[in-house]
T-cell receptor
Framework: LAKTTQPISMDSYEGQEVNITCSHN???????ITWYQQFPSQGPRFIIQ???TKVTNEVASLFIPADRKSSTLSLPRVSLSDTAVYYC?????????????FGSGTQLTVLP | KAGVTQTPRYLIKTRGQQVTLSCSPI?????VSWYQQTPGQGLQFLFE???????NKGNFPGRFSGRQFSNSRSEMNVSTLELGDSALYLC????????????FGPGTRLTVL
């Protein structure tokens, strides 16, 4: 079963690039890595998903090294509205059943 | 398109009671997953349903159960409530599988007294 670890919190200033890393040592070969953003009193919201190397969309980039034991979410030029909790999500098979494991979440605080 | 809706939004129960939570997925989505969120344990996967069948299950006791109807709407049930079941219960829907992008509802806040 994949165990995921993230930093508890990070601070940044507006306009800076933020990188949040998640380690998932036991990821299976067929797992995707997905990142979600959560604001207080709301459900998580999808940010980006990848399998290997680098994925980029309009809001973020995801870097996955060759061994896939970690991944890094990169948020370019953050703003105050990016203050939220960020979670990585990894799936792993236990027998024939697939289980999803969220990281503990990283509280990102963007300062003016 | 309407988003994922969950009812009720808030619920207060006492120990030993049972509770049923409801989730309506986005139209066209066939996969529905349930999660429990607590300050201590974070987000934990409960189970996933697809085409009225439970496809995957997390590490929760048998008191936690669910089902999915032919219109993809889903319910989860918790029997013999314990104080530790107090949590935010989140439902998420996706097109075919929880591998896909999941869309989360606002959650049901359950308090067990």
């Amino acid at each position: 079963l994949a165990k995921t670890t993230q930093p508890i919190s990070m601070d940044s200033y507006e306009g800076q690039e933020v990188n949040i890393t998640c380690s998932h040592n036991n990821i299976a070969t067929n797992d995707y890595i997905t990142w979600y953003q959560q604001f207080p009193s709301q459900g998580p919201r999808f940010i980006i998903q990848g399998y290997k190397t680098k994925v980029t969309n309009e809001v973020a980039s995801l870097f996955i090294p060759a061994d896939r034991k970690s991944s890094t979410l990169s948020l370019p030029r953050v703003s105050l509205s990016d203050t939220a909790v960020y979670y990585c999500l990894v799936g792993a098979f236990r027998g024939s059943a697939r289980q999803l494991t969220f990281g503990s979440g990283t509280q990102l605080t963007v300062l003016p | 398109k309407a988003g994922v809706t969950q009812t009720p939004r808030y619920l207060i129960k006492t120990r030993g009671q049972q509770v049923t939570l409801s989730c309506s997925p986005i139209s066209g989505h066939r996969s529905v997953s349930w999660y429990q969120q607590t300050p201590g344990q974070g987000l934990q996967f409960l189970f996933e349903y697809f085409s009225e069948t439970q496809r995957n299950k997390g590490n929760f006791p048998g008191r936690f159960s669910g089902r999915q109807f032919s219109n993809s709407r889903s319910e989860m049930n918790v029997s013999t409530l314990e104080l530790g079941d107090s949590a935010l219960y989140l439902c998420a829907s996706s097109l075919e599988t929880s591998y896909n992008e999941q869309f989360f509802g606002p959650g049901t806040r359950l308090t067990v007294l």
